[in-house]
């Protein structure tokens, strides 16, 4: 650490991504942006200004971002927020770090739901609340519920619907439909842990620092998703949908559990690389 001369940003970046190396696939990208985050600027005033001085305390701070994205740390908790659906939304360790395959979920969802329908939903296993908030945002005559049982992760999820300015979403410390007082639902959605339990990527990357409880699911990571789905219908207004995210090879495994369960209109999307994401099913029982 530099202490008794001057450091420009670009010299305080070019020591930064030397020392990120290898342990980071982007280092310069990363660099750039943790000192973003300690400036409180875009990455356009580092290519303006690169011979401006960094003072000792921004150097500090830099550096210790530095060094605990050389062990690993994901961005997200670093700089303490992601993008999700065109929205900035707060991230910490207690959740998930949004991913853009969920923007698919969110993407079938709002097809389900006409824009000035006033629809009752709630969204299961909320982690960061991007799911309820950005369904809020989008649908203004929709009233959510938005359930954890992670109260850590529901103070996130609050804060996030705070900064968005939607007021419409009522939270829950639940595991997942049992605390939720009574009342049927026009649709459940979820993005709930779908990794199966001995699954090689969660020593890898960012899932190593991720909540596990937010990514496994027994043996094979469908746990969650059958429980789910089994207590779905008792909680669904008629003609209304069950839809949630799920691993690329459980497709139709989630197609077979929704039609064993009298669903209708099962269907599975995939997304741009052809991988299935998400499936939904239509519930319409017999009069
Ligand atoms: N799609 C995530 C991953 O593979 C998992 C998210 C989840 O379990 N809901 O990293």
Not at 75 to 96: C, M, N, Q
Not at 149 to 170: E, F, T, W
Request: proline content about 6%.
């Amino acid at each position: 650490m530099h202490t008794n001369h001057s450091i420009t940003l670009q010299s305080a970046l070019t020591e930064a991504i030397a020392r990120l190396g290898s342990t980071s696939g982007t280092p310069q990208l990363d660099a750039e942006i943790l000192l973003c985050t300690v400036l409180g600027k875009d990455r356009s005033f580092l290519r303006t200004w690169p011979e401006r001085e960094l003072d000792i305390a921004h150097y500090a701070a830099f550096d210790t971002l530095i060094n605990r994205r050389r062990q690993g740390q994901p961005i997200a908790y670093l700089t303490g927020s992601r993008e999700f659906w065109s929205r900035e939304f707060i991230v910490t360790p207690d959740v998930l770090i949004p991913r853009p395959e969920t923007e698919l979920l969110i993407e079938h969802c709002l097809e389900l739901i006409p824009f000035n329908q006033s629809v009752n939903i709630v969204d299961l296993g909320t982690g960061s609340g991007i799911i309820a908030v950005t369904l809020a945002a989008e649908r203004p005559q929709a009233n959510l519920v938005a359930v954890d049982i992670s109260a850590a992760a529901l103070q996130v999820a609050k804060m996030n619907a705070a900064r968005h300015g939607v007021d419409r979403i009522r939270f829950y410390q639940s595991n997942w439909l049992k605390q939720i007082p009574p009342g049927l639902f026009d649709v459940i959605i979820s993005n709930p842990p779908y990794i199966a339990a001995d699954d090689p990527h969660l020593q890898q990357g960012d899932l190593r620092f991720e909540p596990q409880t937010a990514l496994t699911s027994g043996a094979d990571g469908l746990k969650d998703i059958r429980i789910i789905a089994k207590s779905a219908s008792n909680r669904l207004n008629k003609g209304g949908f069950i839809v949630f995210e799920h691993g690329y090879d459980q497709g139709l495994a989630a197609q077979e559990l929704l039609k064993s369960l009298n669903f209708s209109y099962v269907q599975t999307i995939n997304d741009l690389a052809g991988q299935a994401r998400v499936t939904s099913g239509q519930y319409l029982p017999p009069d």
